[in-house]
């Protein structure tokens, strides 16, 4: 495998409706098939290709205190106040909570997200009230509106898609990463991503697993 780095995917080459290559910023690839796995930007990669998808694309902010002693052995979360709250080895209490609700690509959120975050940090934890915020940082999820992946074909011959993590798509790489290979080896879903196929938003059949797959951790 090769990992090309600084290489920016401009377009797509098709015969008819097969994939046969990619275009980049530092010349053509020729591909049998393609896998399309670019987050927050999968949906402007999958216009390029001439399709669309049921993506939403929000900031999603985190934050990290100052370090501290170790004080908070395991992850708090709280859908009730809306944060979750863990402490990092080196000692840094690590932040977050929900999407900036607009959508966007700027990989920054609003001040007041990370204000209401550090209250309700600080509503389960009145200890951490002294602790000093030392960075925040955003990126760009991509979210559909069941809240889960979208792992299978596309409308485009050969052309593979794994999008719609929102902001859970740390957790689900074992299991996406495999049912992908699967799907792409086969040109055919395994019965484990069969049911988060792209098809789901035609037919209705959406996962109704809102409260376990849009959180973090
Ligand atoms: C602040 C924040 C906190 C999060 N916290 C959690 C958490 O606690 N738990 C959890 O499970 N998940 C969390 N997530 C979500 C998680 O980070 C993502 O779901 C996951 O990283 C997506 O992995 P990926 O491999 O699909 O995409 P990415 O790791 O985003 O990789 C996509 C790649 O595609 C590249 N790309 C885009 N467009 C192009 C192009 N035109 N050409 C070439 N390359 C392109 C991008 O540069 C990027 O490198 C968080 C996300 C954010 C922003």
């Given amino acids: 495998m090769d990992i090309i780095q600084n290489c920016e995917v401009t377009g797509f080459i098709k015969d008819g409706n097969r994939v046969t290559g990619v275009r980049t910023n530092r010349g053509t690839i020729n ?10 930007h999968s949906s402007v990669l999958a216009k390029l290709a001439g399709f669309d998808l049921p993506i939403q694309s929000h900031p999603l ?11 908070h052995p395991t992850v708090v979360m709280s859908n009730h106040v809306h944060v979750y709250v863990s402490q990092a080895h080196k000692g840094e209490l690590v932040m977050g909570a929900g999407i900036d609700s607009y959508n966007g690509y700027g990989q920054r959120g609003s001040f007041h997200v990370i204000e209401h975050q550090m209250a309700a940090a600080v509503e389960l934890f ?4 002294r602790a000093h915020l030392l960075r925040t940082w955003g990126g ?3 979210t559909t509106m069941d809240a889960s992946p979208i ?7 050969n052309m593979y898609v794994n999008c719609g993590w929102g902001t859970g798509g740390f957790k689900g790489t ?7 290979a699967h799907t792409i080896a086969n040109d055919e879903p395994h019965a484990l991503n069969q049911p988060f196929s792209l ?7 959406l ?4 409260g376990a797959a849009a959180v973090a951790h």
């Fill in 126 to 129: 009145p200890i951490f009230a």
């Fill in 174 to 180: 074992p299991g996406a990463g495999w049912s992908f």
């Fill in 207 to 210: 996962i109704d697993e809102h």
């Fill in 61 to 71: 902010q985190a934050l990290v205190s100052e370090l501290h002693e170790m004080v």
């Fill in 199 to 205: 098809e789901r938003f035609v037919t209705g059949a």
């Fill in 151 to 157: 792992v299978g074909k596309s409308p485009v011959e």
């Fill in 31 to 40: 591909a049998g098939k393609v896998a399309l796995c670019a987050a927050g």
């Fill in 140 to 142: 760009i999820v991509d």
